[in-house]
């Protein structure tokens, strides 16, 4: 049943992105470029996780924030790289909707509710170190899927 809700959820979140893209070109058009590159802020912070479970998890929670175009977590560096339109939302909103999911941001820590609920491969440390150079040589290279 649990699995069921999930594939279910994984299918609107595909959903809304899909509609949100097509959405997105429509404006481009309409818009002259200048405008639109003024009205978009990239960014990128700190954010504590291990897995490409994680990654999911807090790259969804950054692209449900209205006016965020794209996210990317590094699981190496533990860092996000957000573009957003900056007339829609800010970066405190982007750290608040990670932090609801479980996850630690530089700025704001993370709900230790839904912690709680994160799988047990994703409970990541509360002291591991953020925004690392991610060049840690093999070590992790033989990458477990979860
Ligand atoms: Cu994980």
Request: proline content about 1%.
């Amino acid at each position: 049943m649990k699995k069921v809700i999930l594939s279910v959820a994984v299918v609107m979140a595909i959903g809304l992105t899909s509609c949100k893209n097509e959405t997105k070109q429509e404006t481009t058009e309409t818009k002259t470029e200048v405008s639109k590159d003024m009205a978009m802020a990239d960014i990128s912070f700190g954010v504590r996780g291990n897995c490409g479970m994680c990654k999911k998890t807090i790259e969804k929670a950054a692209n449900k924030v209205e006016g965020v175009a794209n996210a990317t977590w590094d699981v190496d560096k533990k860092k996000i790289d957000v573009s957003f339109d900056d007339t829609k939302t800010d970066a405190m909103a982007i750290h608040n909707a990670i932090a609801a999911s479980g996850y630690d941001t530089e700025k704001v820590a993370g709900s230790e509710e839904a912690y709680s609920n994160l799988p047990g491969c994703c409970k990541y440390e509360h002291d591991m170190v953020m925004n690392q150079s991610g060049d840690k040589k093999e070590e992790g290279h033989s990458d477990h899927d979860h």
